[in-house]
């Protein structure tokens, strides 16, 4: 399904050079000589900056935005790249340049695979692992290098997964990645819940609502219109899905596999990034290690 979307004109959206020949803000890979182009709705895929610890073996997931940083999270897979654990770290980037602008650890032991981010306000962020969620103080975290200290933590079980996270402007949402239709969900969580229940484990009965999502879902972000955006990804293929807020698909685009977790920054624009083209990955047609905005105009 590919509807054209009434409010797109109210979205602040940047151009830039054709595919293949704009400038790519960052740190190259030393590992990659070349990338794939010839992806799904390149020309939408505007500026593009390479994703950071790739040299350090990182596997990015999460991604969120505030102010004029973009904050992606990533694992580092141990023992070896066949593993799909590992320690966790959260990298901030700045939007203008690219360029690093610190990280910090979670304490080993307590992040796995650090699947979803979401700004919470406040100098707060959302981290979601797959059975823990924490509230993190930025400032305090990147002047430290670790989130120890600097966080609350509760765990989840039950039907709470943790595979992305997305914030909505007042709640938290966790969503599961799954290829079962009926458990293919997200849920809201009031942030309270870090007050209340800070170190302690917590199920799906205290969510306060959950709504449907696509198959193999990896990362979600609200846009300022209260649209829902979902990607969805596999090592073959990458989906953008824009919802309404009870879960209805009103529009699906394809773009690269191994699409991850997405943000809209403080001007409106739609980001994501593609694990594919880090080295756990490397095997996989596609080789597309980028943050990237995406020109919603431009998808077809």
Known sequence: MKNAWPLLAAIA???????????????????????????????????????????ADYVPQGLTSAGPHLFVSSYKPTPDLKANTGPCRVFRIEIATGKPAGHFDIPPGTCTHAGGLGHAGGGKLFLA?????????????????????ASKMVKITGELRGSYAAFDGTHAWIGTWTKDQAKARMFRLD????????????????????????LEAQGATFDKAGNLWVSASNSRWGRLYRLDRQGAVKAQYELPAGLEDLTIDDAGRLWGLSESGTRKYLAWDTKFPYLFQIDVARLK
């Open 129 to 149: 692992d797959t059975r823990a969620v924490f509230l993190i103080d930025v400032d305090r975290a990147l002047a430290t290098g670790t989130s120890a200290g």
């Open 191 to 214: 942030p309270r819940l870090f007050d209340e229940h800070d170190g302690q484990t917590v199920d799906h009965a205290r969510a306060l609502e959950s709504i449907p999502v696509p």
């Open 13 to 55: 959206l940047g151009g830039c050079a054709a595919p293949g020949t704009m400038e790519v803000m960052g740190t190259r890979p030393s590992y990659l000589p070349a990338t794939t182009e010839s992806v799904p709705n390149a020309a939408a895929l505007q500026r593009r900056m390479w994703v950071p610890g790739l040299d």
